[in-house]
């Protein structure tokens, strides 16, 4: 079985695990005290030209997004969102499970505009019962985003400005952000988003670790006690030094953007030989997750050997599924997927 | 300055202001547990045929609401509810502050379909990762909805049937059901709603009383413990008793459902009189919550004299607005409205 | 049955239906935006002599603290609070269930000390793993406490400066503050406590109304979106100018204090009655909530014709009760209640 | 500096890092919905002989505890601990923060007897105003406690028979339950704990594992939905076959109870080389945790070159510490200890 189903289905850089091995037996102080997170953080903060940042190590997103949003929010407040956010679908209503309303705004494209955003808030504030409201005080964006689209330098820029004139915190949602700034389209840099935001993370998880996001927190409202709600939330990893020593092997001698650039590749190749076939897309994604729409009788057979995500029904003949590419998917078997599809396909 | 913005302007029904004063003096236990709620709660399960129901007091809508939500769902369970309905977005998010998500349905017309809250609940367990979503649990209804329409016996049944099959709770909001009984488009009556959902409340805050909202559960499960999430949501009224007299006095003589039919017909008057002068409605709503569409000039010069509720824009000179008719409202306001509605009107 | 079990078995003052009467066809805004709302906060803000206060009015007490606790609160946040106070056991977990722990400390006479919250909130910082334990950020007392006892002015002044010191917000909780400030060894006046506590309430509920709490809000950053949280919680009452007009009643020509002064001259008599009985007391406390210790035979005739609460087991055949007075309370059921007890004790 | 603050100072047993480096770049499921996973959770059910148990693998402790219990209880229930339990003192509130309160009773040894637990919740039952205090409904018991005592299973007996003549879930916290099971006075094993308790886990992170515990589940009710409740609470591990490879690397060969037994020599070695100095201990614990009662001399000295927590002052020249042994102790560590405490401490 060659699975294309998620980013997430191998271990890890091997880089990392030798290096856990190496120190295995040092001991160090538990919970992000040690010296393998000061360094990752300092290490952190230099890529990110951030030197004021404060950077948490947390173990997954869904914890992170729950801890980042419950840090950030008094009780009325709630989290702008795209409909197709992570934590509006996806997330088992942590984000609520704190007392957090997910404001959820249409998109198209999983993105969220700097108009939208402003004319929402503005709306607010303008209705005569507005305590009556969840009050937005967050605004979530994840990039890439769920749908594989990334958000263009100017497009950030104006959120920022939206948010920062109607005291709203940005909030950017890292999961997948090594292939987000890995991909051609993009213009976006790592102190940029330090810059544009108020808090963001970098995804370890789906790009070359175990496990593990870097929080990093540029507002110093934010900053207050954020440990505490690690804690709380149930963040906090007694063996933190995990979390440390992989984001250090990440960072150190570029890995992190190398191995984001190999899943690139491997995912133009994969969306070039679609297109070739002619096959159309649900969105057009320019990261690491592309969306084919295909006939079900392609996708009954390539089950047999494949995994995929159902994405959505498209017609009565066709759905969409997702497709990902990572830090560990191989040439190969991009190639065997679509020689695959390529069989399968009915003839024109 | 005349009010039609809501059915809760005026204090209460004279009776029940006189029986206050005439149990002023007489000393009760608190918390509910007096005669008076007793007896309350007797002749409420005596008009709607439940003899095994149990009947709690409570002081407002949203305390309500958020009362049973809360006593009714386990953590990881949500709320299916329209898009407009009172939960969603008019209280401050008071189920996602006990932890529960609103799973939001669009609806042109504020209520929901049988067929629209089975899609939902069968897509949920239909998709492969439905455990990273929140399971929908309890669905809420309001009747007369938030757009005064009311829900047929048929479509209730049918939405109970939906519920039953698929071990949801149904809940009906019934803050100004009184109206919804009264009109001339409704067949439901209170037995039909005891039997057909698992949990409803009879509004009294909008129909005659100070305050105060009855409870009615029918559904054992539903039974148990209810008293603690009173306490615990702040429900629980010291001096129980003023809401046992409210709704003894509101249930004796028939006189919730003659005050209902009061509003009723200064509704139907008014709508006449508009429906005449050729205005549009964003809605044709049969109960005591009228939508004209009317043009900003007029809104602008009623604005004077009277009260009324935005809804929201039509295009760029007309708004819709709410008109409120209640058990208070006086025949010759509805006239005088009515003239001067059509004295600010521009001759055609 | 005479009922002394609690400070909330009757209406409320005369006065006060008398103008809901008055007012009752009155048309007014909703949710405490009415001229009753207004001239209320203004009164209170005079009796306080806190011009800048923030006034709000509420329906009852467990939904005043859990607002005024989650309004203040952040998420890693708890309220330090004597073992006895309501909000730790007789509330249902609301402030739980809201999110924040109650930090309970011993207190044998329901009273906080100064130096018992420096104590507890500089160990918190001392500890080496204080980001594991709750953030004490407020503390709740309230006067009269549970037990009857009062805050002298001295020791309110400590805890204000322990307080400030330490950036800790200090609620007080006055559901029955009328009668601690009618004591005879109360110091304290409404405008100390204004200045010397971030937030209190003044209890209707217990002293006079049929049900209400105002809230005094004087610290800045507690006023900010208090009404969200209102709402939020349940606490808006949609006719909000019952508690308007209400304390405008109570607190216009001096109502309040005579009321109370009903009570304390009703509880001397009876605690003076008991003591020339010699009967002992669990505590000695100066206010309307008396706690005698009394023979289990005694106990067992008085339920024929009283009530009473029973506060705890003193020995195999003895309890304490307690008898509460109020501004209803009539001379004759003291006197009898008295003569009944005399009657009933064994005989030296 | 050698630690012996804690028992997870180190990285995992060698033998699963090597078993994470020889699977790393298989392609897996995620969620824990992959093979590692079963096969694990099938060799636990084995060692426990619950075959019908449900078994799940989260990542820490607070966040396993809260899982659990947000997952049993309705929102007016809470949790009976010991006052030294770690969620009511160590988890910053992570129980109430998804609105729980911990019913904390007092207990000198760590421990919860069946009397006690049996006498809390009579008492609940028969106030006459129980409903206006959270409803106690799950146990909490941690074995090995936090003072290092563990429970005999005539003990565990005892409270396994309170709690299910109540309607109460026994919950067990074994963070650290190997170095029970191996400890001289245990005489329980994992299948006593399966058929006594509603629901425990099995520590990984302090025995052996980089992280992880295992959660057995066998009460039915306890089952349902139980994975929804894992990933609201963000303990969904994307990459969960990390869990099952450790668990099933620690429970094939008998590795976990090995491992476990050199923790408790290393233990008893340390234990009887400061009795035979005459140390006083804070407690008398069996297992791997030791509360030595030292002079701040001596401890000041010892800082250079070890660590140790702070437990508590036990007058003014001396504080009782905490010594962890754990499965990566070496015992020439142990000796250098010893030898620089003998040296450190006044001669006679």
Sequence with gaps: MLRFNSDYT???????????????????????????????????REVCEAPEAAVHFLVGGTQTNMTVISAALR?????????????????????????????????????????QVAAYVDAHYADE??????????????????????????????????????????????????????????????????????????????????FGEAVVITNEKLKEDFRYNIKQRGGMLAKGRLLGIQFLTLFEE??????????????????????????????????????????????ESLKENYTYTCQNRVDGTHRAVRFCTSWATKEEHVDRLLSDIRRLLPAD
């Design 10 to 44: 191998e271990g890890c850089h091997p880089a990392i695990l030798k290096r856990l091995t190496e120190t295995n037996m040092e001991q160090t102080p538990g919970y992000g005290e040690d010296a393998w997170c000061a360094a990752a953080a300092d290490r952190i």
């Design 254 to 299: 570029n890995r992190y953007f190398e191995i984001s650039a190999h899943a690139m590749r491997m995912a133009e190749k994969l969306k070039a030989g679609l297109i070739k076939m002619k096959i159309p897309f649900l969105i057009d994604s320019p990261t690491n997750q592309l969306f084919p729409i295909l006939p079900d009788a392609v996708l």
């Design 75 to 115: 009780h009325h407040q709630g989290v702008i969102t795209a409909e197709s956010g992570h934590i509006h679908g996806h997330e088992t209503g942590a984000p609520e499970a704190c007392g957090h309303k997910c404001l959820a705004l249409k998109s198209a494209d999983g993105k969220l505009t700097a108009e």
């Design 129 to 210: 019962s507005f305590e009556h409201m969840v009050q937005p005080k967050l605004v979530y964006l994840s990039n890439p985003t769920e749908l594989g689209t990334i958000y263009q330098k100017a497009e950030l820029e104006a959120l920022s400005s939206v948010c920062r004139e109607r005291g709203l915190y940005l909030f950017l949602d890292g999961a997948r952000l090594g292939y987000g700034l890995a991909c051609r389209e993009n213009d976006l840099t790592l102190p940029d988003i330090a810059r544009l935001t108020d808090v963001f993370y970098i995804g370890g998880t789906k790009v070359g670790a175990l």
